[in-house]
């Protein structure tokens, strides 16, 4: 049997655009990019890394419902689906498993209807702005959080 812990990486709508379009927003490194890098870096720390992604709220429902209890961890951008998706946020809470939230932007710092998170409350926290780095950022968190416990 594998000892692997298994992150499930969850990217929201229009993500699948990354690096295609608004790159002044968003950077020029690709979906696949970003999944293949940190797949890379989870496997060096013994994690198997499941990526998905959909522009459809169920489906992303779906697949958190799906890791109930085959799950250790959940590296999530819900992209727009942060801002208004109660159901996002009731599926990851329902995993009981650690939850970080990413944003490539600093929605801190843009519009006041992306300063929202329904899903930063049940998060252990919240990574946003430093582009790409994010991912990683957020999944060096997720691994100190799988080895200690611990988020500091
Ligand atoms: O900064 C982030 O990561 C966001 O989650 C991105 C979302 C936005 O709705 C959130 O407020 C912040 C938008 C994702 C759209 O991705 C695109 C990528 C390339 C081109 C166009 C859109």
Sequence with gaps: MSTHKRVLLLHGPNLQLLGRREPEIYGTTTLDQ???????????SAIDLIAFQSNHEGDLVDKI????????????????????SVAIRDALSALNVPVIEIHLSNVAARESFRHHSFVAPIAVGVIAGFGVNSYRLALDAMIGLLSDGSPH
Excluded: S
């Excluded at 970003?34 to 060096?44: F, G, H, S, V, Y």
């Excluded at 419902?65 to 208004?84: R, S």
């Design 65 to 84: 419902g799906e890791h109930f209890g085959n799950i250790d961890g959940v590296l999530i951008n819900p992209a727009a689906y942060t801002h208004t």
């Design 34 to 44: 970003i999944n293949e890098m940190l797949r890379a870096r989870a496997a060096d």
